[in-house]
């Protein structure tokens, strides 16, 4: 099993522009979460799902977008790029469907100038 | 929101030291888990206390889980270079929502 795997590894990105972070697993997951981690601010949750076809905001959802089409994917949608969006961005899933022993994807470190 | 504190926010030790880290939360916590983090890497599930009172232990790792359920700790017995990273925690707000602490990194010195 290749686990969580996000890509790309690194971002740089323009103010107002928009993309795509991907996120996939392998494990059959029902639950995927995106987190954002900021020096000295550990981590915080963006959105998250429960299966396919559900999602929800968590503490920082502004400015994202998620969808889950399927049980595999779990991309993130940045709209229109911040500098505020400055950050380390780590997908994550768990077996149960509670955030329980949760898996965390490499991350992608993502830059908005 | 619900919040969880972790404390101290750095550690520096010596090889062979002991080390502590603690999570303390104003409301009763369901569960708690605990994520090891090292430099330039993601999160690693260590593990999740559940029961008041609870300890459990991993080689030179012993974590534990207040009587009241509003704190834990997680203590590390005669560090080693390979201990260096960040410790966090983590709780679950009820339903789907997970807070993490801020974190303890913990640096050693060989």
């Known amino acids: 099993n290749a686990g969580v795997t996000q890509t790309p590894k690194f971002q740089v990105l323009k103010t107002g522009q928009s993309m795509t972070l991907q996120c996939a697993q392998d494990?059959?997951?029902?639950?995927m979460s995106w987190y954002r981690q900021d020096p000295g601010m550990g981590l915080r949750l963006i959105h998250y799902?429960?299966?396919?076809?559900?999602?929800d905001q968590g503490e920082v959802p502004n400015g994202y977008n998620v969808s889950r089409s399927t049980t595999e994917d779990f991309p993130l949608r940045l709209l229109s790029a911040a500098p505020s969006q400055t950050s380390v961005y780590f997908c994550?899933?768990?077996?149960?469907?509670?955030?329980?022993?949760?898996?965390f994807g490499p991350g992608t470190r993502l830059t908005v100038t | 929101g619900q919040q969880v504190m972790q404390i101290p926010q750095y550690q520096h030790v010596q090889e062979g030291e002991d080390f502590t880290t603690y999570c303390n939360s104003s409301?009763?916590?369901?569960?708690i888990q605990w994520y090891k983090q090292r430099p330039g890497g993601h999160p690693v599930f260590l593990i999740q206390?559940?029961?008041?009172?609870e300890v459990k232990k991993q080689k030179r790792l012993t974590f534990q889980f207040g009587e009241a359920k509003k704190n834990s700790s997680l203590h590390i017995t005669a560090t080693q270079t390979t201990d260096v990273g960040t410790y966090f925690c983590?709780?679950?707000?009820?339903?789907?929502?997970?807070?993490f602490g801020a974190g303890t990194r913990l640096f050693v010195k060989a």
């Open positions: 994550a899933s768990s077996l149960s469907g509670d955030p329980h022993e949760q898996y």
């Open positions: 494990m059959n997951h029902e639950y």
């Open positions: 799902s429960v299966g396919a076809g559900i999602t």
């Open positions: 409301t009763t916590l369901s569960n």
């Open positions: 206390l559940v029961k008041s009172g």
């Open positions: 983590a709780v679950n707000t009820g339903g789907f929502k997970t807070i």
